[in-house]
């Protein structure tokens, strides 16, 4: 056999080998299979049941039953001869404007805590047919003049004023002289809107809230409210309690239920409009105030200040942005809404 054969013989063979080990001869592939189950759909986790918190005051509540009943707008008296109120602490929110002779009076909204007496009440004004609607409040008040009277039934308010005959809720107290005795029963404040028929429960348009606190600047450490001559207003940030106390004419202001000095979480000037409305037989001025649209606000938190516009309407209580038109949020607690005129002036240090 030749050289050359030899050659061909040898690499037919080799190749035949190659052949046989690349179809039947080699190891067979492994298959490689996932450990995690085919997704058919996209997982989904239901979401905690969002936890009852009150309206008014953003702190946690004991139970959505709870939140869903509805609130007492009270008015409250603010003349020397009035002080110190009763239940002033209690009240989840309190509007302060001005009434006749530069004397201020409040409307307070009662909802998370609604302490068993309160007052003295006194009578109604036109502001309060815009914070009524705006918390759906059960509307107690003694007396009002005909114009503000018509204008109450004409707004189809929850009215439970001694003006309509209301009389089962409302007593006076002994060591104090009328008209600034006027106490109101909570208890049988409830039972008789109850037996006039008038709802007991409601959902709510909250507030906005920030559960959180939050370090502003600037700071505000005091402000000067000067209603009128009559009235003037200060508040102090308490630092060790995250809260505004409130002087009333010079004088720790305090709530005689607890012997307490009057305070807020949050204290919110807001400028409205104030149009003479009428005088009494003594020339005093009555004011319509304008609580709808917007306006301009200060917001005073966390010992902090933010500059706001605040607009509202009869179904909601009020709402702020800032200058960019971001929403602002209230700190969790108390607010008081100190309405004062367009062309009102306050000192913040």
Partial sequence: MSHNRTYVLIAAAGS???????????????????????????????????????????????????????????????????????????ADVVYET?????????????????????????SARLSDLWVVPQYDGLFFFSGANAGVNRRVRAARLSDLSQDVGVSYPY???????APHNLMLDTKKAYA??????????????A?????????????????????????????EYDAEKDSYLRWNNGNVHRDRASGKQVR??????????????????????????DLGGKGRATILRNGGRIDVTWVADRTAPPRFRDAAGNPVKLASGTTWFQVIPLDGRIEIR
């Fill in 16 to 90: 035949l080998v190659a052949a046989l080990l690349a179809t039947g001869c080699a190891r067979p592939p492994v298959e490689v299979t996932s450990l995690w189950p085919v997704a058919n759909a996209e997982r989904t986790v239901a979401k905690p049941p969002t936890p009852p918190r009150w309206p008014y005051t953003g702190k946690d509540a004991p139970s959505h039953e709870a939140i869903s009943r509805r609130p007492l707008s009270v008015k409250i008296e603010n003349s020397p001869a009035s002080r110190p109120q009763l239940g002033l602490n209690s």
């Fill in 192 to 205: 008789e809107a109850k037996k006039r028929k008038m709802k007991t429960t409601a959902e709510l348009e």
């Fill in 264 to 289: 807020a979480t949050n204290v919110v000037i807001i400028w409205a409009k104030y149009t003479v409305a009428g005088r009494d037989k003594i020339q005093s001025v009555t004011y319509d105030i």
């Fill in 98 to 122: 001005i009434a006749e002779g530069g004397i201020t009076r409040f409307n307070c909204i009662f909802h998370s805590r609604v302490p068993d007496t309160l007052g003295p009440v006194r």
């Fill in 171 to 177: 007593w006076r107290a002994s060591d104090r002289s």
């Fill in 207 to 235: 507030l906005s809230f920030q559960r959180r606190g939050m370090e502003l600047t600037p700071t505000a450490a005091r402000v000067d409210i000067p209603f009128s001559q009559a009235n003037r207003v200060r508040w």
